[in-house]
């Protein structure tokens, strides 16, 4: 099972962009899903989450402008970022509870990153 992000890309300041990430594997489950960023010189922080039972959280820094949204038939999130900000800047991951639906197995699962650039 592999996840695989996409959607980054260069974007002016107040743009917009849409990053989806999809488990392949056609005997799982994805439970939360949940979006991840990475700036230069700073440590991985949460930006979005869903949860299996429907909730969402946000980092304080993107509320208002990004929505996460997920498809559980194809086991896909996404991350709708509007009002992008130069501070948007970064190396975006998703990251997926799987759960095997034939041995019950449990695991996180992190996908391999794309890149979002917001110019000023």
């Known amino acids: 099972v592999q996840l695989q992000a996409s959607g980054g890309g260069l974007v002016q300041r107040g743009g917009s962009l849409r990053l989806s990430c999809t488990a392949s594997g056609r005997i799982v489950r994805a439970n939360d899903m949940g979006w991840y960023r990475q700036a230069p010189g700073k440590q991985r922080e949460l930006v979005a989450l869903s949860t299996s039972g429907g909730n969402t959280n946000y980092a304080d820094s993107v509320k208002g402008r990004f929505t996460i949204s997920r498809d559980n038939a194809k086991n896909t999130a996404y991350l709708q970022m509007n009002s992008l900000e130069p501070e948007d800047t970064a190396v975006y991951y998703c990251?997926?509870?799987?759960?095997?639906?034939?041995?019950?197995?449990?695991?996180?699962?992190w996908g391999q990153g794309t890149l979002v650039t917001v110019s000023s």
């Open positions: 990251k997926m509870g799987i759960v095997h639906l034939v041995t019950n197995r449990r695991y996180d699962l």
